[in-house]
């Protein structure tokens, strides 16, 4: 195998690991404490309810205005200059430019994240302001996935990204699990594997991981002038959820390369276009079975 790859997906595993043992919790916890018997019982449906709808409406029609804060196209056109160049020229450069390219995109996702957390949470705005963080952190991913070549338009697609949500947000106690799955998930994409799913119910579990985990902060930040802490929250929420797609794009585009260069080797040219039984193996569909695979 390429020795480039297998040195970059050493160096992401490494970065995985740390992101594993990191603990969960902020710098609100003195104050969630505090709070977390005041909230009313009902708050976490709620929740629950807002960021499934956000998803479900970002997903069937809010896309074209997410897209209109920044060039699909021109993310694209860097990304297939630099897929080429990474087959061509220089491995370990073409890399770096997409990462720093899906970077740059991050820091500028985390100030807008600051801007609507904070000015809606000094209003005492709460549960509003979840279709705009929504909208930011898609944002956040959608560019991150066009960095790396793959189109959040398609099914398959967002289907992933709210895997990959759910998993970035997991508990401590399942956070290796979780991100287990999205490896499993990631091995079929790269192979060709037909994935049959279930979105209406993994948008509701993906909602379910966002209230679990943003309760406390959400019941705060519908507190007037309290709230304006909501800000910096969404902030580290945003960076962690970026961070975590950053890693988990880079790492299916590069086993992506090892399974064409595999693919090169193994499969006859005289084969015209047909799979071998190898693929056609491959090929089958897998069910994933809820709520994990």
Known sequence: MDKVIRKHLRKIQQQEEKLLQKKGGNFLKPITGKV????????????????YLGFKTVFEKGNLIIEKTYDREEL???HRVYDQSFDLIDKKKSLKHMNKMAGQNKLKNLGLTAVEGSGLG????????IPVFIGVVLKSVYETALSYGYDYHKTDEQYFILRL??????????????NMQVDKLIDYYVKDVSVGYDMEFQMRQTADAFATDMLCLKFIQGLPLVGVIGGAVNVSYCKKISDYARIK???RYLMQKEEQQYRKQHIPEEKSGKESEVFRKASDTVFLEEPGL
């Not at 009313?40 to 960021?51: I, M, S, T, V, Y």
């Not at 949500?165 to 979780?178: G, H, I, N, R």
């Open 36 to 51: 977390e018997e005041k909230i009313p019982p009902e708050l976490h449906g709620k929740l629950q309810q807002a960021f």
């Open 76 to 78: 694209l056109i860097h």
């Open 249 to 251: 794009y880079q790492k």
């Open 165 to 178: 949500l759910e998993a970035s947000l997991a508990p401590d106690d399942e956070k290796e699990s979780a």
């Open 122 to 129: 000094l209003l005492g705005i709460g549960l509003p302001d």
